[in-house]
Nanobody
Framework: QVQLVESGGGSVQAGGSLRLSCAYV????????MGWFRQAPGKEREGVAT???????NYADSVKGRFTGSIDNAKNTLYLQMNSLKPEDTAMYYC????????????????????WGQGTQVTVSS
């Protein structure tokens, strides 16, 4: 059974940093696509970063230059390093995994993903 478990969320002041981790079990291969998503109260879930099996990343414009996604396949763990955090980054953050790519491209559409973690809260105060 596939499971994804996020950790590393918390409360920080604007300008601070956090590193999220997502450990996955139940799947012995490299996921074609993995991603980080976030959902703020009253808003739709949005894609923050995607990572393909080769480690290629794709970011939302709102986090480019501040967030860095990475994957350690030996540890079955996905990471999101978040720097220069802003109050508007406040949200529940989720990791997700997909069996699919579109000719190697990983979409930031949540509907593309098959498995989800339970989420970890990130709160950034001004």
């Amino acid at each position: 059974q596939v499971q994804l478990v996020e950790s590393g969320g918390g409360s920080v002041q604007a300008g601070g940093s956090l590193r999220l981790s997502c450990a996955y079990v139940g799947y012995s291969y490299s996921w074609p696509c993995m991603g980080w998503f976030r959902q703020a109260p009253g808003k739709e879930r949005e894609g923050v970063a995607t990572i393909d099996s080769g480690g290629m990343t794709n970011y939302a414009d709102s986090v480019k230059g501040r967030f860095t996604g990475s994957i350690d396949n030996a540890k079955n763990t996905l990471y999101l390093q978040m720097n220069s955090l802003k109050p508007e980054d406040t949200a529940m953050y989720y990791c997700a995994a997909s069996f699919r790519t579109d000719r190697g491209y990983c979409y930031k559409d949540p509907a593309w993903y098959n498995y989800w973690g339970q989420g970890t809260q990130v709160t950034v105060s001004s």
